[in-house]
Every structure is written in structure tokens, then in C-alpha cells.
């Protein structure tokens, strides 16, 4: 899969996130775009290594569950460092 495929399915696959994991955790389309890109890579490493999957095809829907999945995963651990920032600045 090449970079503008996984800019596409980084995209699509932090709006699915976003949709899955609604919140307070802020950032647009590009904040979206670099959660998603993160959460398949990640996704697709953490696949790989435990399951044996390859994200090697754009339509494949192991792919697609591995990109979403590293996506909630990004934006758990987003919303968790947020929070903690929010919490930090309203209490000095």
C-alpha cells in the first residue's frame, strides 16, 4: 500500500474512531489525519506482531480493523493527555 493509501485510510480511519469515541478531544481534520496515520501504523505493527496480519491491501478488511483499532487506541491515549493538561492548567 503506498503513502497516499495510507493517508486515505489514516483519514477515514480517525474519522471512524472519532465517530466510535466521541469527546472532548479536540483538534480538525488535520488533528484527524495524524491520529488516524498513527492509529494504523500502530495499528498494523500491533496486528502484525500478535495476529499475523498484513496490511498490505487498501480494501482488505483486516486493514481496515487494524487502522481503527489503532486509531481508538491513539485517541484513548489522546484524550488521556489532554485531560490531564486541562486538569493541570485549571488548577494553578
Known sequence: MGFI????LGLIAGAIAKA????KQGGGLIATLIIGVIGAMI???????IFG???DAFFSISSWLCAIGGSL???LIWGFITSK???????A
Open 43 to 49: 495499528g498494523g505493527w500491533l496486528g502484525g506482531a
Open 85 to 91: 493538561m486541562g486538569k493541570k492548567d485549571k488548577a
Open 5 to 8: 493509501a495510507y493517508l486515505i
Open 20 to 23: 466510535i469515541l466521541p469527546g
Open 53 to 55: 496480519v498484513q496490511m
Open 73 to 75: 487506541i491513539v485517541l
